[in-house]
């Protein structure tokens, strides 16, 4: 019986074989590229909602401080979406007729809340505590950005753990005065790491300890 393939098929197997190896590794490098973009993490894509409130008018035009309507920030795990009843405070009196806030009004009067939807997701098996960072110094702008300036609010950051673990090891790189915190404008001074160290003792932030596992994973 004769021969099937040619000599030359060896060669061509072993290029064939080479070549589906490289596009299963450009496979792997390709999803993997994806799935730590800034787009499969919505960093820098406004999430939508279904009232359109604009951080930019209220916190940035007017001048409200973050804590009038997220009031548990300095007190608690979890920074809180401000109750309907917050919103009616001034929505009683301004822009009463405004289209845009009609399930505001229907939230207000059968006392089902708007559902908001969450920006800024921490995964199940990560502990964050909201209160403890605000209280050690770590100013808003530093995890959520310019807030004051977005018509509509997005993911500043990916929140990776490495991105955390920048901040954990070397905290003096990111502390400002309490005062300062809330303050959308503070720039960092040129002396932020002798600043920083000194908040560091003045706040009690135990370095050490803040690069280990069970901080963050409890």
């Not at 590229?33 to 951080?55: A, C, D, K, L, T």
């Not at 009038?68 to 109750?83: D, G, L, M």
């Not at 009609?102 to 059968?110: G, K, L």
Request: with cysteine; glycine share 4%; charged share 15%.
């Amino acid at each position: 019986m004769g021969q099937v393939f040619r000599p030359s098929a060896n060669a061509l197997s072993k290029i064939s074989v080479f070549a589906l190896f490289l596009i299963v590794v450009e496979a792997i490098l390709l999803l993997t590229i994806y799935f730590r973009s800034n787009y499969w993490r919505e960093v820098h894509i406004g999430i939508p909602q279904p009232v359109p409130f604009s951080h930019q008018l209220h916190s940035g035009q007017l001048g409200m401080d973050c804590r009038y309507c997220h009031t548990s920030v300095q007190q608690s795990t979890f920074a809180n979406i401000p109750a309907t009843e917050t919103c009616m405070t001034c929505h009683s009196q301004v822009a009463q007729n405004s289209v845009s806030l009609a399930p505001v009004r229907e939230s207000w009067a059968t006392g089902n809340p708007v559902e908001w939807n969450k920006v800024n997701k921490v995964p199940d098996f990560v502990y964050f505590n909201h209160a403890s960072h605000v209280n050690k110094g770590v100013g808003c702008y530093t995890c959520h950005g310019r807030i004051d300036q977005m018509a509509v609010v997005w993911k500043e950051h990916p929140f990776y753990m490495g991105w955390c673990l920048d901040c954990h090891r070397q905290p003096e790189k990111y502390l400002r005065p309490r005062d300062q915190v809330f303050n959308m404008e503070y720039v960092p001074p040129a002396n932020q790491l002798q600043l920083g160290a000194q908040l560091v003792v003045e706040y009690n932030v135990n370095k050490a300890q803040l690069a280990n596992c069970a901080v963050c994973h409890r």
